[in-house]
């Protein structure tokens, strides 16, 4: 008998599943609504013309390829902090937000899960939205804490369950975690208005304030789409500094994949919040512990690529234009999809959130079959919850597509 011989054959992941049987497809007039990752106006990858300017200079430079710090690019850390935090944030002009750069939005997440579950002194159990991003359950319980769910989407209006959510989080246990996505929820696109966020922020603080930690929840933020949702960046971070005006502690976990377009290049930034420079030092060392047996240090060129672009005032002007202007193409598809389907094609059903919803997806409100028929019968692959990537659609398929969505729901 072979060594391996008990290990049985697990499921493959949902989505890079769909992106197999995309490419298996022979259909020309296929179309893959399944990976979030920006696509042009031809369905092409789309690199910054920033980012490729950026890389001008690196090469130019003729830098080394030393190894980075175990917390990664020292200037990186810092310009991250300030994009997502506000040149403005208490925390930040303090010296106490602790960070460490990261392998990407999953990285970042991982090593504060970690952190986590081996420092945090409260409830080690992190409430997640229902339904949130696919990776998050594996990738906490992986990290060692305890995962369980609020309310966060109303299946009958594609909206926002408010009163779900604040039952939910006001009745979590006292010291427990909640998992916040910044902006531009992944799957669904609903994100809460700035009023819901300022009575989340409530709810997430202890009722009658005695310090900040004393907060009732500890809130960690997901910011994988700085950008994405509103085309600026300042706008995207309202949540995450809101909160932080409002004395919270956080974490927050941040990506560099979607906003400059890199995601193989693997550049994130694990962050938290602290009282004083002098426990930054300390958390910042025990972190530097948990990531050095991990990988040791981060991937330089991508953390290059982001510093040359957020250090230089000219270069990040120019990245925060092309930043509005993907998020302004997937904008435009929205408005172009219910535009047809309720316009031109009189497809039955209410499509108002699909112009509604924000960042990369929309939860379609397309059952599992319909889904499933969508890409058996017209070539158009997406989640079976029925998310699509509104990246995928542009001007040449968007018609057909609205057409295939209007004989799969009649
Ligand atoms: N968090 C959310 C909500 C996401 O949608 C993603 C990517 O799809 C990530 C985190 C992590 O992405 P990456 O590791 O590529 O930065």
Not at 209 to 232: E, K
Not at 248 to 256: K, P
């Amino acid at each position: 008998l072979s060594i391996w011989n008990h290990v049985p054959a697990g499921p493959p992941d949902p989505i890079l599943g769909i992106t197999e049987a995309f490419k298996a497809d022979k259909d020309p007039r296929k179309i893959n609504l399944g990976v979030g990752a920006y696509r042009d106006e031809n369905g092409k990858p789309y690199v910054l013309p920033s980012v490729k300017a950026a890389e001008d200079r690196i090469y130019n430079a003729k830098a080394d390829k030393e190894y980075l710090p175990i917390t990664g690019l020292g200037e990186l850390n810092k310009l991250a902090a300030k994009l997502a935090y506000g040149a403005e944030s208490a925390p930040l002009l303090e010296g106490r937000i602790a960070s460490t750069q990261s392998i990407s939005g999953t990285g970042a997440l991982r090593i504060g899960g970690a952190f986590l579950a081996r420092h945090y002194p409260g409830v080690k159990t992190i409430y997640l939205p229902v339904p949130s991003w696919g990776n998050h359950t594996p990738l906490f319980r992986d990290s060692g804490l305890e995962v369980k769910g609020y309310r966060y989407l109303d299946k009958k209006t594609i909206g926002l369950d408010f009163a779900g959510l604040k039952e939910d989080l006001a009745a979590a246990p006292e010291k427990s975690i909640v998992l916040l996505h910044a902006c531009a929820h992944n799957p669904t696109g609903v994100d809460p208005t700035p009023e819901q966020w300022a009575e989340i922020s409530d709810i997430v603080k202890v009722s009658i304030q005695v310090s900040v930690s004393n907060a009732r929840l500890f809130p960690f933020f997901d910011f994988a789409y700085q950008g994405f949702a509103s085309g600026d960046t300042t706008r995207d971070a309202f949540a995450l500094r809101y909160f932080v005006s409002q004395g919270h502690n956080i974490a927050l976990a941040q990506s560099f994949a979607k906003n400059m377009g890199l995601y193989g290049e693997r550049v994130g930034l694990f962050s938290v919040t602290t009282s004083s420079p002098e426990e930054k030092a300390r958390v910042d060392s025990q972190i530097k512990i948990l990531v050095r047996p991990l990988y040791s240090n981060p991937p330089l060129h991508g953390a290059r690529i982001a510093s040359t672009i957020l250090a230089d005032s000219l270069l990040s002007a120019q990245w925060e234009k092309e930043v509005k202007g993907m998020a302004d193409r997937i904008i435009s598809m929205r408005n172009e999809l219910y535009n047809h389907l309720t316009h031109d094609l009189k497809t039955p059903g209410e499509w108002g959130h699909i112009k509604s919803q924000i960042g990369m997806f929309s939860f379609t409100g397309l059952t599992t079959p319909q889904a499933k028929a969508l890409g058996e019968k017209a070539h158009i692959y997406m989640t079976s919850e029925g998310r699509i990537s509104m990246a995928g659609l542009n001007s040449h398929n968007i018609k057909y597509f609205a057409d295939s969505v209007d004989a799969a729901v009649r």
